[in-house]
């Protein structure tokens, strides 16, 4: 009906999406600019994040190393100068390897939970500069299905993406206590046809091919990046005003 508004409005909001360059956080960057909001798409990959820049109406893009505290200061204070806001972050980079317990070595611990957790945390640390300030922002943490169960051969993983979802219940109930209107939530996609789809099939090779992994572990197919990006884009927006501290499972009841 002409006059309406449209159901989601992000006009005016300025959003930093991190892991940009591919995949969930790529269809992130277009379903957030699709909505109105100036996006910005970080990326350690600078050329990945300037190409879904050039696609995006309005975007921007800026070369990110999640894993670098000095990274993420220079990006606010950049974010700070060319915006002087910032009312949305989704912390989609990530990384999956496979690695069991007793037998891992420390360093895949520590590059998963480096990208994974380290990288959400300054997300969270950088996007609560500004909106403690402002008043008002959401953030949407991307953590996995893989957090909800034991996974025997990517122990690390699952465990990296169970610590995003506890530190954001615990930053939630931090922010709404203080009396702020900044929502954090997290998103728990399942086995998404993405290039990190690929490697979920090479780890669970022992299944036979890519179309017997997609069985196995999903209920019927993959699910798509537009999908995940779907939810993130709602917990983005006011329409979401009552959502806080909560994980939204992605997965079409493979979990379930």
């Not at 204070?77 to 912390?91: K, S």
Request: proline share 1%; charged share 20%.
């Amino acid at each position: 009906m002409a006059g309406m508004k449209p159901w989601i409005d992000l006009s005016g909001k300025v959003a930093l999406v991190t892991g940009a360059a591919s995949g969930i956080g790529r269809a992130c960057c277009a379903g957030l600019a699709e909505v109105g909001a100036t996006v910005i798409a970080t990326d350690r990959d600078a050329a990945g994040a300037g190409a879904v820049a050039d696609c995006t109406p309005g975007a921007h893009a800026h070369a990110l190393d999640v894993t670098s505290d000095a990274a993420w200061r220079e990006c606010e204070a950049w974010i700070e100068r060319t915006f002087g806001r910032l009312d949305i972050v989704v912390n989609s980079a990530g990384i999956v390897s496979s690695d069991r317990v007793g037998d891992a070595d420390t360093a895949t611990y520590q590059r998963i939970f480096a990208v994974n957790v380290e990288g959400s945390l300054l997300g969270m640390r950088t996007a609560l500069a500004f909106m403690r300030r402002q008043g008002k922002g959401a953030i949407v943490n991307i953590s996995s299905a893989a957090s909800l169960s034991g996974a025997s051969i990517m122990a690390s993983y699952g465990a990296s993406k169970a610590a995003i979802a506890h530190y954001t219940r615990s930053a939630a109930l931090e922010t709404v206590r203080a009396g702020h209107d900044i929502r954090i939530n997290s998103v728990h996609p399942g086995v998404i046809d993405t290039a990190m789809a690929d490697d979920f099939c090479e780890i669970y090779s022992v299944l036979g091919s890519k179309e017997a992994v997609e069985q196995k572990m999903s209920t019927g197919r993959f699910g798509t990046a537009s999908e995940v990006a779907d939810v993130v884009v709602y917990l983005c927006s006011d329409r979401a005003s009552f959502i806080a501290g909560t994980g939204i499972v992605v997965d079409r009841a493979a979990s379930a």
